[in-house]
């Protein structure tokens, strides 16, 4: 953020022109947007100072990165732990079980990572 503040005159009163500079068109995935609706409903003064720092975004966009490598080796564990039926011959039965694996995986995620009060 820039150092020399300009203002506009807006009637009595001098409104900072403040703008986020935060440069990127990296898009914030799902697990992005739960953390800043997270820090917005449940951390409003963190969120704020995160806004105002310009540290929300690169904030969120690592938390993106990090959930979504902990799915990906979640879900390998426990694929080794518990091995899916065979695709081609029982497809329901496949697609249940990956749901499945896959449910635990994000919620062990969310709760580690999205929803954790510590993190920042």
């Known amino acids: ?9 807006y009637g009595d009163y001098y409104i900072p022109d403040i703008r986020l500079e935060h440069t990127g068109t990296q898009t914030l995935g799902k697990y992005g947007r739960m953390r800043r609706a997270f820090l917005e409903q449940n951390k409003p003064m963190l969120f704020n100072d995160m806004v105002l720092t310009e540290t929300l975004f690169p904030h969120l966009w690592g938390v993106q990165q990090t959930c979504e490598k902990r799915m990906e080796s979640l879900m390998e564990e426990l694929l080794a732990k518990n091995p899916a039926p065979d695709k081609a011959t029982q497809q329901l039965a496949w697609v249940a079980h990956m749901n499945s694996l896959k449910a635990q995986a994000e919620e ?8 954790e009060e510590d993190i920042v």
């Open 1 to 9: 953020m820039d150092k020399n503040l300009t203002y506009t005159q």
């Open 108 to 115: 062990s995620v969310l709760r580690e990572l999205v929803y």
